[in-house]
């Protein structure tokens, strides 16, 4: 069961991202949809490597350097295979500038979790249990994805 727990969330989460990946010219009406887009993307990688990451430090007895090097090899590799399976689709493109974006939301987990880290130490208390952080970043998320699918799939 503990596997299902851990993950299933990765599991969802990157066929959430393949499923997006595979809608044909997705763009949206408004003036700052390359942004719009270009944040999409650091947001979604920065929930997959918090679920990574989770799956990874909850199934392997792992150091943090060993978690951050796993997890992060397989982001890329991830991030690189929905690049080019963006070069099938329809009106789209891979772009090894969408991997360095996907990237940043992949470092910018673990530039946070160490801020995190680091400030609860000093504080001597939870800053942020793993179920209240989850909860905030995936209701943010969910209503992101939300609206883009709303945008683009107007009659």
């Known amino acids: 069961m503990k596997i299902f727990k851990l993950w299933l969330p990765v599991i969802i989460w990157a066929g959430l991202i393949f499923y997006i990946s595979n809608i044909p010219h ?10 719009l887009r270009k ?5 979604e990688y920065f929930i997959l490597t918090f679920l990574l990451h989770r799956a990874f ?10 978690l951050f090097i796993y997890s992060t090899a397989l ?7 929905d690049e080019f399976h963006q070069l099938f689709v329809p ?3 891979g772009s090894i500038r969408d991997v360095a974006i996907d990237a940043i939301g992949i470092f910018g987990f673990y530039v946070v979790r160490k801020i995190c880290t680091v400030k ?13 952080y989850f909860s905030i970043r995936s209701n943010l998320i969910v209503g992101r994805w939300l ?8 009659s």
């Not at 997705?26 to 942004?35: A, G, M, P, R, V």
């Not at 430090?57 to 060993?66: C, E």
């Open 26 to 35: 997705l763009k949206t009406s408004l003036e700052y949809d390359f942004i």
């Open 39 to 43: 944040i999409a993307h650091i947001i």
């Open 57 to 66: 430090k909850g199934s392997f007895d792992m150091d943090g350097f060993s």
């Open 75 to 81: 982001l890329l590799c991830y991030a690189a295979s």
């Open 91 to 93: 009106g789209r493109g």
């Open 120 to 132: 609860q130490k000093q504080e001597g208390g939870d800053f942020l249990d793993e179920k209240e």
């Open 147 to 154: 609206c883009i699918y709303l945008e683009c799939h107007r």
